[in-house]
């Protein structure tokens, strides 16, 4: 597959408006960004600020109203399905809503497994069950019980990392997560961001969804803050930590509980 670009992902002037019965709705407005290839990124922003939408416009799940959003160079809504398929298989998507996005009849190791077998990967079953179980640990899953049980015995937290698993399991080029660690407690978010880092180091590259600027600061080394489906402000994670341009960056920095360090 031929791309030369030097981008894992890019927004170019991205728009998306929703129609309903209650009117219109602009979630995402002019909005552009680049993330280069085995770079990090992680866009802020309170609840409805429009995150959610741009997350899945960025891989052709939610179709703009105007604009362009590329992957690896090409653009998601001219590709062919079966072009924009492959390039999906690059990718891995952490869904925002645990509940619901695991396959129902599978078990948690069968859902993590489940990626390999689509994508017929040469690796045998042996070694995908190996990846699979692998990975569940590196996110603290490794009681047998837990990874036998089926979606509806699993909490919330449990759910999150069984999706992240999966979206790690064939080693995507980029990540995409959207509030991946919205139900964990506070140490176990700090240990699903060492393991995102561990992924970086291999090359991969990340967009991380969260509405915590803490986190996001920690999880990647560029910010990007979302307003009202504006960008607000970008910049290195710690300078917007640190020294915050626009007020309502400092509004979403005072309003971060102060905690212990995890
Ligand atoms: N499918 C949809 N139809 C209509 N409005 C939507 C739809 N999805 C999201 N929205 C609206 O778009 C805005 C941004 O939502 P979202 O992208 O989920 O934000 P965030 O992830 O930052 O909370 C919200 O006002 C939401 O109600
Ligand atoms: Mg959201």
């Not at 590329?70 to 492959?86: H, Q, W």
């Not at 300078?239 to 400092?250: E, W």
């Amino acid at each position: 597959m031929e791309d030369k670009t030097t981008w894992a992902a890019s927004a170019e002037k991205l728009n998306v408006v929703f129609r309903s019965r209650r009117g219109t709705h602009q979630a995402v407005k002019d909005f552009s960004l680049c993330l280069e290839r085995g770079g990090t990124l992680a866009v802020v922003g309170q609840s409805g600020s429009g995150k959610t939408t741009l997350l899945r416009a960025l891989i052709g799940l939610v179709p703009p109203t105007s604009g362009k959003a590329e992957l690896f160079g090409r653009d998601v809504n001219t590709l062919a399905p079966g072009e924009l398929a492959k390039t999906r298989q690059r990718c891995g998507y952490v869904p925002q809503d645990p509940y619901g996005a695991l396959p129902p009849g599978l078990t948690a190791l069968e859902a993590v497994m489940e990626p390999a077998v689509i994508a017929r990967r040469s690796w045998s079953k042996d070694e995908t069950r190996t990846r699979a179980v692998d990975l569940l640990a590196e996110l603290g899953l490794t009681e047998t019980r837990i990874l036998n049980s089926r979606a509806v015995g699993l909490s919330g937290g449990q759910r999150q990392r069984v999706e992240l698993a999966r979206a790690l399991m064939l080693e995507p080029e980029l990540l995409l997560c959207d509030e991946p660690t919205s139900m964990q407690d506070v140490s176990t978010r700090g240990e699903i961001v060492a393991v995102l880092e561990r992924h970086v180091a291999r090359g991969m590259s990340m967009i991380f969804v969260t509405h915590d600027l803490r986190l996001a600061s920690r999880a990647a080394q560029r910010v990007i803050v979302m307003r009202n489906g504006e960008l607000c402000e970008e910049g290195d994670a710690q300078r917007i930590l640190k020294d915050a341009r626009h007020p309502y960056t400092r509004e979403l920095i005072a309003s971060i509980p102060v905690l212990p360090e995890a």
